[in-house]
């Protein structure tokens, strides 16, 4: 077992009272012996020792310390529901659903974008600035994307260069050899309070899009919240296809 906390809602530190379980393996021949039980119990035991008062497993937006990137795609996302062991074992040991996430993904290899008299407007009074990093790198940022093969994609206002909507670009070369082909995943959307529901983000992921597909990527990964049908929508109207979902699970006290 896999056990790690939070983070401030700034980023800027962690949060010991917010404990995530972040993976739980059993070798196939223990198992139904109560040793995932056990573990449970102990990473639990460990967390709130160290000052957690809820604990969560799976992984989510900053409740994510571990194996970004490596499960799921671009990011951890609570247990896939192709895993479908997990949601036996963690409602077994005294768990319930706190949330689920969308995986999305799209071809990069159709090359037919998105388009509209909207889109259009707003394709003329923006462009995409592209960094190394964020204007304001967090201590989240330098412990998950600081040393990794990662861009900041801005969509800001053409005329006064005012930030609209970023994304992070991350490579997934090291998914290559199950997927067959070279993918990047989109994480971290933000999109200013008083520009959201103004078509930006999904102008934002189609641009971003436009811009890997002459590196010759070929699949984009990107994550979303159901709580967030605004994100959603835009996603899906950037041309992404749900794939999976994952789900992040809270201890029923």
């Given at each position: 077992?896999?056990?790690?906390?939070?983070?401030?809602?700034?980023?800027?530190?962690?949060?010991?009272?917010?404990?995530?379980?972040?993976?739980?393996?059993?070798?196939?021949?223990?198992?139904?012996?109560?040793?995932?039980?056990?573990?449970?119990?102990?990473?639990?035991?460990?967390?709130?020792?160290?000052?957690?008062a809820r604990i969560q497993a799976g992984e989510s937006r900053n409740c994510d310390p571990f194996y970004y990137g490596m499960y799921g795609g671009s990011r951890p996302s609570?247990?896939?529901?192709?895993?479908?062991?997990?949601?036996?074992?963690?409602?077994?040991?005294?768990?319930?659903?706190?949330?689920?996430?969308?995986?999305?993904?799209?071809?990069?290899?159709?090359?037919?974008?998105p388009i509209s008299m909207r889109l259009q407007g707003l394709r003329r009074s923006t462009e995409l600035v592209i960094s190394d990093a964020p204007e304001e790198p967090t201590y989240w940022w330098y412990t998950h994307l600081g040393r990794s093969e990662s861009l900041r994609f801005r969509l800001v206002n053409r005329k006064t260069q005012k930030p609209l909507a970023a994304v992070?670009?991350?490579?997934?070369?090291?998914?290559?050899?199950?997927?067959?082909?070279?993918?990047?995943?989109?994480?971290?959307?933000?999109?200013?309070?008083?520009?959201?529901?103004?078509?930006?983000?999904?102008?934002?992921?189609?641009?971003?899009v436009r811009r890997v597909r002459q590196d010759l990527i070929s699949r984009a990964d990107l994550h979303v919240p159901d709580s967030r049908p605004d994100l959603t929508k835009a996603v899906e109207g950037a041309g992404f296809a749900r794939l999976e979902t994952g789900t992040v699970y809270e201890r029923a006290e």
């Open positions: 077992v896999h056990a790690g906390f939070g983070f401030a809602d700034d980023r800027s530190q962690l949060d010991r009272a917010m404990g995530v379980i972040c993976s739980a393996i059993v070798h196939p021949d223990y198992r139904r012996q109560g040793v995932g039980r056990e573990l449970v119990r102990r990473a639990e035991q460990y967390l709130r020792v160290n000052g957690s609570g247990f896939l529901e192709s895993d479908a062991l997990a949601a036996l074992f963690f409602q077994g040991v005294g768990y319930r659903v706190k949330e689920t996430i969308g995986v999305y993904q799209r071809d990069l290899t159709t090359k037919r974008d992070s670009v991350i490579g997934l070369d090291h998914y290559i050899s199950v997927w067959n082909e070279r993918a990047i995943g989109l994480v971290d959307i933000f999109v200013s309070e008083e520009h959201r529901g103004h078509g930006y983000c999904q102008m934002l992921l189609i641009e971003s």
